[in-house]
């Protein structure tokens, strides 16, 4: 069956510091890989998405990337996070188009 | 920018009721869908009904799809504690673009 991890599930950290979240699925080749931000109480905004080895889009200009360097691993980053980018991130992947989004657990990044 | 959009934003019932959360959405779609998050956690996907079909069931989930008014309803029956949870819609604008509403944040008291 397929999983998907997301880690860590928690992080504070400062800022001007970098950041680095990492997503993993297991079970499924190929995968769309996807990243939500979601804010308190609101909606989910998607951030990034792959469909392939080394093939981002991005939804917003922002201060945050992404980047696959496998064909299962999504991973999330910064420079130099700012008080703005804190959030719950979200991880998830789909097999096709239109189907449904399989979410990992989330990581709640507190920028202090 | 938001697809969906969630009413009522909180719904508070007694287990027992039913609850029922609609979502409208402003451009046409293959499929519209209807996820559940836990408090802190990530989203699960409850159902996918299609933009041929009307409605569509599981479990005490009932689906109902308006094209027309560009709508949707999710009905819980008989609603327990652990039904607690924010509900989302969410549709496609493109392949890869999976939008979501802001939710329904629904209260069963036991």
């Known amino acids: 069956s397929q999983t998907i991890h997301q880690w860590p599930a928690t992080l504070v950290q400062p800022v001007g510091s970098p950041l680095s979240l990492e997503c993993t699925v297991e079970g499924t080749s190929n995968p769309n890989l996807y990243w939500y931000r979601q804010a308190a109480g609101r909606g989910l905004q998607l951030l990034f998405y792959?469909?392939?080895?080394?093939?981002i889009s991005s939804e917003v200009p922002q201060n945050l990337s992404a980047s696959r360097p496998q064909d299962r691993q999504f991973i999330l980053s910064s420079k130099k996070l700012l008080l703005s980018d804190s959030g719950f991130y979200l991880c998830?992947?789909?097999?096709?188009?239109?189907?449904?989004?399989?979410f990992g657990n989330g990581t709640r990044l507190t920028v202090t | 920018s938001q697809q969906g959009e969630e009413d009522p934003q909180a719904l508070s019932i007694q287990e027992g009721e039913n609850a029922t959360m609609n979502c409208s959405y402003k451009?046409?779609?293959?499929?519209l869908q209807w996820y559940r998050q836990n408090s802190g956690r990530g989203l699960v996907h409850l159902i996918l009904i299609r933009s041929n079909e009307r409605e569509k069931h599981s479990g005490r989930l009932r689906v109902t799809l308006d094209t027309s008014k560009k709508s949707s309803s999710l009905l819980i029956t008989a609603s327990r504690a652990a039904d607690t949870a924010s509900y989302f819609c969410a549709t496609a604008l493109t392949d890869n673009d999976m939008r979501f509403g802001a939710g329904t944040r629904l209260t069963v008291k036991p």
């Open positions: 792959s469909v392939g080895i080394g093939q």
């Open positions: 451009t046409s779609i293959n499929n």
């Open positions: 998830a992947w789909d097999g096709q188009r239109n189907s449904p989004l399989h």
